[in-house]
C-alpha cells in the first residue's frame, strides 16, 4: 500500500476552519484518497473520501492537488468535539479486500 | 448509518483465561470484517480479516492460534484472545465492510479495552 506522511499534530481555535495536509507522493492511478477520524476512546469513523476531485460531505471536505500527490482535509468550523486523531489512508482498487492499513495520523486539538 | 456493535466495552481478566470479543453489524450483512488493535498513543494494527464462511486470513506477525477468529454468519465474527497474558492487553476494535465495491467505507465499533492482570 502507498504510503501517507500526516504531521503528529495540530492545533486550532473552536470556530475556526481547520486544514489538515497529507502528502501521499507515491499514489498509483487506482488509490483512492481515505479521511478517517479517532475520538478518544473509541473506534474510528468515515469523514469523507474522494479519487481525483474534491469532494463535499456534511462533516468536511476535501481538497486533492491535480497531481493527486497530496490531499488537505478541510473542517470548516472547528468545534471542541472535533478534536480527534486524523488519518489519510490510500485504499486501492485493484484487487481490494477493503482492509485499510493506519498510519500515525495528526492529533487534533481544538482550543475554546 | 451503518452500526457495528462490539461487546464487552470493557474486560477484565486473569493471566491464562480466553476472552471473546463479539461484533456484531446491526442494520447490514457484513461478508467481511477486521479486527485491529492499538497500544496507547499508537495507531490501529490490522490483525486479521475475517471472511464470512471460510478461515481468517491474518496478517503477518499475528498468531492465528492465540487469536482465534470466527464468523459463522453475515452479522456476526468474534475473536477470542486464548491463554491471554499481560502483554495482549490492548485495545481492540473490530469493522466491517457493508457492501462491495472499489471505495466502499469501514464501519467500526466502539472497541473494546481488554485488561490482562
Known amino acids: 500500500d502507498a504510503k501517507t506522511t500526516q504531521p503528529n499534530s495540530m492545533e486550532s481555535n473552536e470556530e475556526e476552519p481547520v486544514h489538515l495536509p497529507c502528502n501521499h507522493s507515491?499514489?498509483?492511478?487506482?488509490?483512492?484518497i481515505h479521511w478517517y477520524r479517532q475520538l478518544p476512546s473509541q473506534g474510528p469513523e468515515y469523514v469523507i473520501h474522494g479519487l481525483t476531485s474534491n469532494v463535499n460531505n456534511r462533516m468536511a471536505s476535501l481538497a486533492i492537488a491535480e497531481d493527486r500527490k497530496s490531499s488537505t482535509l478541510i473542517l470548516h468550523r472547528a468545534t471542541l468535539r472535533d478534536a480527534a486523531v486524523y488519518y489519510c489512508?490510500?485504499?486501492?482498487?485493484?484487487?481490494?479486500?477493503?482492509?485499510?492499513?493506519f498510519g500515525q495520523g495528526t492529533t487534533l486539538q481544538v482550543k475554546p | 448509518g451503518a452500526v457495528v456493535s462490539q461487546h464487552p466495552s470493557r474486560v477484565i481478566c486473569k493471566s491464562g483465561t480466553s476472552v471473546k470479543i463479539e461484533c456484531r453489524s446491526l442494520d447490514f450483512q457484513a461478508t467481511t470484517m477486521f479486527w485491529y488493535r492499538q497500544f496507547p498513543k499508537q495507531s490501529l494494527m490490522l490483525m486479521a480479516t475475517s471472511n464470512e464462511g471460510s478461515k481468517a486470513t491474518y496478517e503477518q506477525g499475528v498468531e492465528k492460534d492465540k487469536f482465534l477468529i470466527n464468523h459463522a454468519s453475515l452479522t456476526l465474527s468474534t475473536l477470542t484472545v486464548t491463554s491471554a497474558h499481560p502483554e495482549d492487553s490492548s485495545f481492540y476494535i473490530c469493522s466491517a465492510r457493508d457492501r462491495q465495491g472499489v471505495n466502499e467505507k469501514l464501519f467500526f465499533g466502539s472497541g473494546t479495552q481488554l485488561s490482562v492482570l
Open positions: 489512508i490510500l485504499k486501492s482498487s485493484s484487487g481490494n479486500t477493503g482492509k485499510l492499513i
Open positions: 507515491t499514489i498509483s492511478g487506482t488509490d483512492y
